[in-house]
């Protein structure tokens, strides 16, 4: 069993920038890992993806703003996001896969993973 909590979420004026924090407890030793994040009335999407290799993957729309993280010490997965746009806006939600997993070229889909936060929401607006 693995349970995460994320938090770090708020408003900000678009070009802001939030760092998004997911705690993790249980089974953590391999696991893998993605934030996804969902406007209303819209998919839920994967925006940044680790595997257990060290490797990450980023949805074109936030490549060279956001940056996934992964701190073993503290047991946290982090989402740095720069230059931040209104349609970035949404519930963002912390994803885990227990196991070893290689992502390829995208962020694997939201039935990859097995365990979800509750969501944190992040409001981008002037």
């Known amino acids: 069993q693995v349970q995460l909590v994320e938090s770090g979420g708020g408003s900000v004026q678009p070009g802001g920038s939030l760092r998004l924090s997911c705690v993790l407890s249980?089974?953590?030793?391999?696991?893998?890992m993605a934030w996804f994040r969902q406007a209303p009335e819209k998919e839920r999407e994967g925006v940044a993806g680790?595997?257990?290799?060290?490797?990450?993957v980023y949805a074109d729309s936030v490549k060279g703003r956001f940056t996934i993280s992964k701190d073993n010490a503290m047991n946290t997965v982090y989402l740095q996001m720069n230059g931040l746009k209104p349609e970035d806006g949404g519930t963002y939600f912390c994803?885990?896969?227990?196991?070893?997993?290689?992502?390829?070229?995208?962020?694997?889909?939201?039935?990859?993973?097995?365990?979800w936060g509750q969501g944190t929401q992040v409001t981008v607006s002037s």
């Open positions: 994803a885990a896969r227990i196991g070893s997993c290689s992502i390829g070229g995208a962020v694997p889909t939201r039935e990859f993973f097995t365990y």
């Open positions: 249980g089974k953590t030793n391999r696991i893998c």
């Open positions: 680790l595997d257990t290799f060290g490797k990450v």
